[in-house]
């Protein structure tokens, strides 16, 4: 950990990482300036990865801000996946037939400085109501057809066990719905929230699968995270998420740890994301024929068990599709 980080407390501002001896104090007024624009938030668990002295610091560059996130390139939005057309009732996201997404608030234990929904995070107004959660789940009991839902926001297992429980409850009373599943950066930004009232709260009938989000291989090291990931992988089926981010995964060398260190905790990697053109995210960006060099690379170094699928947002809200590589 930093010299000067305070014990346990989550940093929120350019000058809490500043005093944390995460950024230079030359580097305080740019970080308050994107501050206002973008939110900030580092948990202990992740400020002690992070090594001040290595300006290619990987996990640094996942959470701690950044000049650059005030410029935006021109073929970046706002709405990179096209969530606002296929909102139907306020935290409802419906894209799919058979599948849809319930954000029950926009806040998370930390902010990723790529996320595509940084317009969004963070905002004081994120949570639903509980007149709105009620309308949010009318909705998925009054559609048959929905036989999974998704709750993503912001991050699901930050709320309370006593909400999460509800909505759980709410949600698996639903005779038509199949399938839950939850995405969550928790168990390895803030790992001391898996408590016992939380994995009590995610005790739920319907099978539960829990879609962890994670980008590099130290990410796992913390003996907490390891910890957290044990007690859920006997409750919920324990699936891994990444983004194929420029200086923090973009080598076969480092998917490889990545993936591995996946599995060596119960997860099994599930998806790698194309980064998502969001606002001031381009010096993350890594062209789809590199990703797809950097995939093929990896084809027999490891078990078919740590091989995700590299997907792409289609820009117009028509969801994933499989980018390959194509094999010859």
Request: with cysteine; net charge neutral; proline share 11%.
């Amino acid at each position: 950990m930093p010299d000067g980080l305070p014990p346990r407390q989550t940093l929120r501002s350019a000058a809490a990482l500043r005093a944390a001896g995460l950024i230079p104090p030359e580097a305080e007024p740019a970080a308050a300036r994107i501050a206002t624009r973008y939110a900030i938030a580092l948990t202990p668990t992740i400020a002690a990865l992070i090594d001040p002295a290595d300006p290619a610091d990987p996990i640094a560059r996942q959470y701690l801000p950044d000049p650059a996130e005030l410029a935006t390139a021109p073929w970046e939005t706002a709405d990179p996946t096209a969530d606002a057309p296929f909102t139907p009732t306020k935290g409802v996201v419906h894209r799919y037939p058979d599948r849809a997404l319930l954000k029950p608030l926009l806040t998370c234990p930390v902010y990723c400085r790529f996320c595509f929904r940084r317009e969004s995070v963070g905002q004081a107004t994120g949570h639903l109501t509980d007149a709105e959660l009620d309308t949010a789940l009318d909705w998925f009991a009054a559609h048959p057809q929905i036989r999974e839902a998704i709750l993503t926001g912001g991050d699901p297992l930050i709320l309370s066990p006593r909400r999460l429980a509800h909505i759980l409850a709410r949600l698996s009373a639903l005779p038509h719905l199949d399938i839950i599943r939850i995405h969550s950066r928790v168990p390895v930004a803030d790992p001391t929230r898996i408590t016992d009232a939380l994995t009590a709260a995610l005790d739920t009938p319907k099978p539960l699968y829990l879609c962890i989000h994670a980008n590099h291989a130290r990410e796992f090291t913390p003996p907490e995270t390891a910890t957290a990931l044990r007690r859920l992988a006997h409750t919920a089926t324990l699936l891994g998420q990444s983004v194929l981010l420029r200086g923090v995964n973009d080598s076969t060398e480092a998917l490889e740890a990545l993936f591995r260190a996946m599995l060596r905790h119960r997860v099994k990697p599930y998806y790698l994301h194309q980064l998502d053109p969001a606002p001031g995210t381009a010096r993350f960006l890594v062209p789809v024929d590199e990703g797809r060099a950097i995939l093929r690379a990896l084809r027999g170094r490891v078990s078919g068990l740590a091989w995700p699928v590299y997907v792409q947002e289609t820009p117009d809200g028509g969801g994933k599709r499989p980018l390959g590589p194509a094999w010859e």
